[in-house]
């Protein structure tokens, strides 16, 4: 893992095979609010993307494009940060999620020049989006989302879900005594892990129940959390090391989102 988080601070460009994040975005029901929060903490800009049928903005951070920001569809939908994993064929992928017990949330479409997308849950609630890229197209991003933790209450079950829909082993491992499984990826891209940490199987939850990503502060950790609560926000535990994979804080943003800032 050291090695991931290690190439999202230095926002490396991969070659997207299946199982990494090559896209996330914060779904907000205050749009507004949300970029203030982000520029604050992060030092984040945020700007107009033209051509998505809806409001869509990218955050940005010295030129690069970080992330999307949108307005939560529907009033069912609460505000979270959603991570699309890449897949080899959005349909199949999609279709796995149904056969292995998960819910299809948003069926594929193309969106022009960029791939092809769907979002789904998996059978413990969690939710994240699948991205099938057009051929030649590379990273859609410089991601400075540098990983991602995606809660499970039955980690074998979660193991073979996720095998199937991504069409690769997602493998277990067991690291200072903490038991998780790595989706499958290439070294030094970022990805994301299952982790387990109760119950989260009712339906759709705020994502302070869900996936937590990881996001760069690039060395300035005690800066962002310091900023944190002045701006709408909650510390949740303070900056903490994580063995030999840098040091992160945890916090709430100024509408809930549970996510991790990060910093080697």
């Given at each position: 893992?050291?090695?991931?988080l290690?190439?999202g601070?230095?926002?490396?460009?991969?070659?997207?095979?299946?199982g990494t994040?090559?896209?996330?975005?914060?779904?907000t029901?205050?749009?507004t609010?949300?970029?203030?929060?982000?520029?604050?903490?992060?030092?984040?800009?945020t700007?107009?993307f033209?051509?998505a049928g809806?409001?869509?903005?990218?955050?940005?951070?010295?030129?690069?494009?970080?992330?999307?920001?949108?307005?939560?569809p529907?009033?069912g939908?609460?505000?979270h940060?959603?991570g699309?994993?890449?897949?080899?064929?959005?349909d199949?992928?999609?279709?796995?999620?149904?056969?292995?017990g998960?819910?299809?949330?948003?069926?594929p479409?193309?969106?022009?020049?960029?791939?092809?997308i769907a979002?789904?849950q998996d059978?413990q609630?969690?939710?994240?989006?699948?991205?099938q890229?057009?051929?030649?197209?590379?990273?859609?991003?410089?991601?400075?989302?540098v990983?991602?933790?995606?809660?499970?209450?039955?980690?074998?079950?979660?193991?073979?879900?996720?095998?199937a829909?991504?069409?690769?082993?997602?493998?277990?491992?067991?690291?200072?005594?903490?038991?998780?499984?790595l989706?499958?990826?290439?070294?030094?891209?970022?990805?994301?892990?299952?982790?387990?940490?109760?119950?989260?199987s009712?339906?759709?939850?705020?994502?302070?129940e869900g996936?937590?990503?990881?996001l760069?502060c690039?060395?300035?950790?005690?800066?962002?959390?310091?900023?944190?609560?002045?701006?709408?926000?909650k510390?949740?535990?303070?900056?903490?090391?994580?063995?030999?994979?840098?040091f992160?804080?945890?916090?709430?943003?100024?509408?809930?989102?549970?996510?991790?800032l990060?910093s080697?």
């Amino acid at each position: 893992m050291e090695q991931h988080l290690e190439a999202g601070q230095q926002n490396h460009q991969p070659g997207m095979p299946p199982g990494t994040f090559s896209w996330n975005e914060l779904l907000t029901s205050d749009e507004t609010a949300a970029a203030r929060f982000y520029a604050q903490v992060f030092g984040w800009q945020t700007e107009d993307f033209p051509g998505a049928g809806v409001k869509y903005s990218i955050f940005k951070n010295q030129g690069d494009n970080v992330a999307g920001l949108m307005k939560a569809p529907g009033a069912g939908c609460p505000p979270h940060w959603l991570g699309y994993v890449t897949v080899a064929s959005t349909d199949q992928a999609a279709s796995k999620v149904t056969e292995a017990g998960g819910k299809v949330l948003v069926p594929p479409f193309d969106v022009p020049t960029v791939g092809r997308i769907a979002v789904f849950q998996d059978p413990q609630g969690a939710a994240l989006g699948l991205f099938q890229p057009l051929k030649g197209t590379g990273t859609p991003a410089g991601n400075r989302i540098v990983w991602c933790d995606i809660p499970v209450a039955d980690l074998d079950r979660a193991v073979r879900f996720y095998s199937a829909v991504l069409g690769a082993q997602v493998v277990k491992h067991e690291e200072h005594g903490m038991k998780f499984a790595l989706l499958p990826h290439q070294e030094h891209e970022v990805s994301g892990c299952l982790v387990p940490a109760g119950t989260n199987s009712e339906g759709p939850k705020p994502s302070a129940e869900g996936p937590m990503v990881y996001l760069s502060c690039q060395g300035r950790l005690d800066e962002a959390l310091n900023a944190v609560a002045p701006n709408g926000g909650k510390v949740l535990k303070p900056r903490h090391p994580i063995g030999p994979y840098g040091f992160r804080g945890v916090v709430l943003d100024s509408e809930g989102n549970r996510i991790a800032l990060h910093s080697m």
